[in-house]
C-alpha cells in the first residue's frame, strides 16, 4: 500500500517537469533533432552513452559528433566507410574515445543491415510476459559485442545486469524510446519518443543515478545500500504500487526533485 501524499507529491512533480521546456538543456535534446525513427535512435543511443558529467558538456560532445557525421546519422552509419571515420579520430568524451566510437559505429552498421530499427536489438531477448528488461539489457550487451573486433575497453560503456550495474544510461534511453505521452500533450510534444512498440512501459526499470538514489531514499522509496541493478529493481517495484502501466514516469519527478530542486 502507497502513501497517497507521497503519490500526489510525485503526480505533480511529473506534470512540472514532463514538459517540452524540460528538453533544451538535457540530452534528449539531441533525438528530438531529428523526426526519422533511425536518427532519433542513433542520436539518442550517443546522446545516452555520453550522458555522464556537465549536461552542457554532454550536448556539445553530442552535437560535434553529428556535425562530424553530416547531421544525418542514419545515413552516416549505413554507409560510413573507414575512411570516413578520419574526422573522428580524436573525439573524446570523458573516458570515451574514438577506439568506442568507432567499434559501435560498425556494430550499428551490422546491426542496421539487418534491421530496420535498433529496437530488435533489445526486444529480441525478451516477450511481453517479462516482468523487465533485465533480459533485454543482458541480451543486448552480449549482442553489442559479438563482432570478432569487439575491444574489451569499450564494454565499460555499455552497462549490463550481470554486472550488478544500474544500467542508468540504457534505461533512461529504453524510457525515451518506449514511454509514450503523446496523447497527453496539449502543444507540441513531450519528453520521451513512444517509438517502440514491442516492449511495455510497465517493463521499464527506473534509470537510477545518486541523485534519483539520494531523494528515493528520503522518501523510503529504496532501502539498499548501494547503488545497482537490485537497487534500480527494488525502486521501480516501489513505483509500479504508484503506476502499474507506467512506472518509471516517475524518473521525471525523482530527478527534478534531486538535481533541479537539490530536495
Same mark, same amino acid.
Given at each position: 500500500? @502507497?502513501?497517497?501524499?507521497?503519490?500526489?507529491?510525485?503526480?505533480?512533480?511529473?506534470?512540472?517537469?514532463?514538459? =517540452?521546456?524540460?528538453?533544451?538543456?538535457? =540530452?534528449?535534446? !539531441? =533525438?528530438?533533432?531529428?523526426?526519422?525513427?533511425?536518427?532519433?535512435?542513433?542520436?539518442?543511443?550517443?546522446?545516452?552513452?555520453?550522458?555522464?558529467? &556537465?549536461?552542457?558538456?554532454?550536448? &556539445?560532445?553530442?552535437?560535434?559528433?553529428?556535425?562530424?557525421?553530416?547531421?544525418? =546519422? @542514419?545515413?552516416?552509419?549505413? &554507409?560510413?566507410?573507414?575512411?570516413?571515420?578520419?574526422?573522428?579520430?580524436?573525439?573524446?568524451?570523458?573516458?570515451?574515445?574514438?577506439?568506442?566510437?568507432?567499434?559501435?559505429?560498425?556494430?550499428?552498421?551490422?546491426? @542496421?543491415?539487418?534491421?530496420?530499427?535498433?529496437?530488435?536489438?533489445?526486444?529480441?531477448?525478451?516477450?511481453?510476459?517479462?516482468?523487465?528488461?533485465?533480459?533485454?539489457?543482458?541480451?543486448?550487451?552480449?549482442?553489442?559485442?559479438?563482432?570478432?573486433?569487439?575491444?574489451?575497453?569499450?564494454?565499460?560503456?555499455?552497462?549490463?545486469? $550481470?554486472?550488478?550495474?544500474?544500467?542508468?544510461?540504457?534505461?533512461?534511453?529504453?524510457?525515451?524510446?518506449?514511454?509514450?505521452?503523446? $496523447?497527453?500533450?496539449?502543444?507540441? +510534444?513531450?519528453?520521451?519518443?513512444?517509438?517502440?512498440?514491442? !516492449?511495455?512501459?510497465?517493463?521499464?526499470?527506473?534509470?537510477?543515478?545518486?541523485?534519483? $538514489?539520494?531523494?528515493?531514499?528520503?522518501?523510503?522509496?529504496?532501502?539498499?545500500?548501494?547503488?545497482?541493478?537490485?537497487?534500480?529493481?527494488?525502486? +521501480?517495484?516501489?513505483?509500479?504500487?504508484?503506476?502499474?502501466?507506467?512506472?518509471?514516469? @516517475?524518473?521525471?519527478?525523482?530527478?527534478?526533485?534531486?538535481? !533541479?530542486?537539490?530536495?
Amino acid at each position: 500500500m @502507497y502513501d497517497p501524499a507521497l503519490k500526489r507529491l510525485l503526480d505533480q512533480k511529473v506534470l512540472l517537469y514532463n514538459q =517540452p521546456s524540460f528538453i533544451e538543456k538535457d =540530452p534528449v535534446s !539531441i =533525438p528530438h533533432r531529428f523526426t526519422k525513427l533511425q536518427d532519433i535512435e542513433i542520436s539518442g543511443f550517443f546522446a545516452a552513452l555520453l550522458a555522464w558529467g &556537465n549536461r552542457t558538456s554532454i550536448i &556539445n560532445s553530442c552535437t560535434r559528433l553529428l556535425q562530424a557525421m553530416d547531421g544525418a =546519422p @542514419y545515413d552516416f552509419v549505413r &554507409n560510413f566507410r573507414d575512411t570516413d571515420l578520419k574526422p573522428l579520430l580524436h573525439f573524446v568524451h570523458r573516458t570515451f574515445n574514438a577506439t568506442d566510437l568507432f567499434y559501435l559505429l560498425h556494430f550499428l552498421q551490422f546491426h @542496421y543491415s539487418k534491421h530496420e530499427s535498433l529496437e530488435a536489438a533489445f526486444a529480441q531477448f525478451i516477450n511481453r510476459e517479462s516482468t523487465d528488461i533485465t533480459q533485454a539489457l543482458t541480451g543486448f550487451h552480449q549482442y553489442v559485442f559479438s563482432l570478432p573486433q569487439a575491444p574489451e575497453r569499450t564494454r565499460k560503456h555499455i552497462a549490463t545486469p $550481470a554486472r550488478k550495474s544500474a544500467c542508468k544510461r540504457l534505461n533512461m534511453y529504453l524510457r525515451w524510446m518506449v514511454r509514450n505521452d503523446g $496523447a497527453k500533450a496539449k502543444t507540441g +510534444t513531450l519528453v520521451d519518443f513512444g517509438l517502440w512498440k514491442n !516492449i511495455s512501459p510497465a517493463q521499464l526499470i527506473c534509470p537510477l543515478d545518486v541523485h534519483v $538514489a539520494r531523494v528515493a531514499r528520503r522518501l523510503n522509496l529504496l532501502e539498499r545500500k548501494q547503488d545497482d541493478w537490485h537497487a534500480a529493481v527494488e525502486l +521501480t517495484g516501489k513505483l509500479k504500487a504508484l503506476s502499474p502501466d507506467d512506472p518509471v514516469q @516517475y524518473d521525471f519527478a525523482l530527478f527534478g526533485l534531486g538535481v !533541479i530542486e537539490k530536495f
